[in-house]
């Protein structure tokens, strides 16, 4: 999509700091990161929100997070962090192009919602 801030990222138009990229997914810092490690792992298909995975869409979301624990441990998180997936205007979701953040690097506190 033409107006979609990760597509931008993804065609290269907008830097970012990524950390990982392959055909299917990127994964690059966060710009406004809420923990010591935050990134966040995304598509580069264009999907706006989970409703538009289907089930022949398994493998690669299974890839978005086996790279985000693969990512997570290089980026020594060992003690743990957390997945987040927000989804939808009320599920605090900004960016209209499905994507997962990991963070971690510090005892995260605090209620989901």
Request: glycine fraction near 10%; aromatic fraction near 8%; hydrophobic fraction near 40%.
């Amino acid at each position: 999509m033409s107006d979609c801030l990760f597509c931008k990222i993804i065609a290269g138009d907008i830097p970012a700091d990524k950390i990982y990229e392959d055909d299917e997914v990127l994964a690059f810092r966060d710009i406004a990161p809420q923990a010591p490690t935050h990134f966040l792992v995304i598509p580069k298909k264009h999907y706006s929100d989970l409703s538009e995975i289907h089930q022949e869409d398994d493998q690669l979301v299974g890839k978005i997070v086996r790279t985000g624990a693969e990512l997570a441990a290089q980026e020594g998180l060992d003690k743990g962090y957390r997945v987040i997936f927000n989804n939808g205007p009320e599920g605090c979701q900004i960016v209209f192009h499905i994507h997962m953040h990991i963070l971690g690097g510090r005892q995260l506190r605090g209620p989901l919602g």
